[in-house]
């Protein structure tokens, strides 16, 4: 009898000790199983795969339940000037996943002594000395301050320029010129104008329906192309104020 009660008490006690031993190795496994293991970066060019990832501030063995990814997000876009978007996910057992899509230089304005370069969305990835090459010129429009990572501010009275500058900018880009447009004035955003090419200078008008016009106007330059030698310049008048249609006007 005594035998059986000592039995019965050891297996009592050995029983809760199992539980509590599956539970801490059922704990413990799944707490691993929710460690960040890997960060993957796809989509970055201009910075490596470890310079998005410290930027991000997560690192290996961090939570992965406990990673917010909006201020990820965040922390990546303020400190990455050339990131235009990202895209943070998980994917389990353990990998981070950074989706990074990049801006791309398109165009530069004088800033005081130095120069401010900017993508498509006139938004600052960096402040250099000197003017670069092949990259489009903006005239025409003053800068108050600017921010690394942020959108230019303008000089009071010239808002109007800096959006006249964007919504060209975006056009441009939009049709596939931007690799022959060296210039464009904003000085006056009635009478906007960029020189394409070095071949010709093609008069805007305003920014009203300018995605539509712009649109239209590779077409054009090709019938240009077709009909008149490669040294023959002009004009090709898109801005609707004397024709709705686009005039080619050839400088003889």
Do not use: C
Not at 66 to 76: G, K, N, Q, Y
Request: proline residues 4%.
């Amino acid at each position: 009898m005594d035998n059986k009660r000592r039995g019965r008490k050891s297996g009592a006690i050995y029983v809760p000790i199992a539980v509590l031993l599956i539970l801490f190795l059922t704990a413990f496994g799944i707490s691993a199983f929710l460690r960040v293991v890997e960060i993957e970066v796809t989509g970055a060019s201009f910075y490596t795969q470890e310079e998005v990832a410290r930027a991000s501030g997560l690192a290996v063995g961090d939570n992965m339940i406990l990673v917010d990814r909006a201020s990820t997000e965040r922390r990546i876009r303020a400190t990455l000037p050339f990131v235009r978007d990202v895209r943070v996910g998980r994917a389990m057992p353990g990998t981070i996943l950074i989706e990074i899509t990049e801006s791309a230089p398109m165009a530069w304005v004088r800033y005081q002594q130095s120069v401010l370069i900017v993508d498509s969305a006139g938004r600052v990835l960096e402040r250099v000395n000197t003017a670069p090459e092949g990259l489009i010129e903006v005239i025409g429009l003053t800068i108050e301050e600017y921010e690394v990572g942020g959108m230019l501010t303008p000089a009071p009275g010239a808002e109007a320029r800096l959006g006249a500058m964007e919504a060209v900018l975006d056009a441009i880009e939009n049709t596939g010129l931007t690799d022959g447009v060296s210039r464009i004035n904003v000085t006056n955003v009635l009478d906007i104008s960029f020189e394409y090419q070095r071949r010709f200078t093609v008069q805007v008008g305003n920014i009203e329906d300018i995605a539509h016009r712009m649109s239209q106007l590779p077409e054009f330059i090709d019938g240009i192309a077709e009909r008149e030698p490669n040294h023959v310049t002009g004009s090709i008048d898109m801005s609707g104020r004397n024709d709705p249609r686009m005039r080619w006007i050839p400088n003889r």
